[in-house]
């Protein structure tokens, strides 16, 4: 159980990034909290309040249950929870970017 907790934290820790990306620079990004739901965009301030939940989380969760004697596992667990995410997510955006040029 402790490497799927792991693997949650390598996930928020990849969707910190284009959040905490976007908000820095100034730039609206689709957040849960936009019309429609992870498609419209959020002003840059909710990004970085959404960014900096999603690290939060990963840092508290990874201090939890990551084991510096398995420090291996962890973090293959953590690399595994980041590529899915990050695959996902460039998935999930990559059609929201190409919807939104065709309207």
């Known amino acids: 159980m402790q490497h799927v907790w792991v693997f949650l934290a390598g996930a928020l ?7 905490l990306a976007s908000g820095l ?19 840059p301030i909710v990004n970085v309040l959404w960014g900096f939940a999603n690290l939060a989380l990963c840092l508290l969760i990874a201090a939890r249950h990551a084991s510096m004697p398995d ?14 995410m990050g695959i996902y997510l460039s998935l999930h955006f990559g059609k929201v970017q190409r919807d939104k040029q065709l309207s």
């Open 13 to 19: 820790l990849c969707n910190c990034v284009p959040h």
């Open 25 to 43: 620079q100034g730039f609206s990004f689709p957040t849960p909290f936009a019309r429609p739901r992870g498609v419209g965009n959020s002003p």
């Open 71 to 84: 420090i291996g596992l962890d973090a293959v667990a953590g690399l595994a929870g980041g590529l899915v």
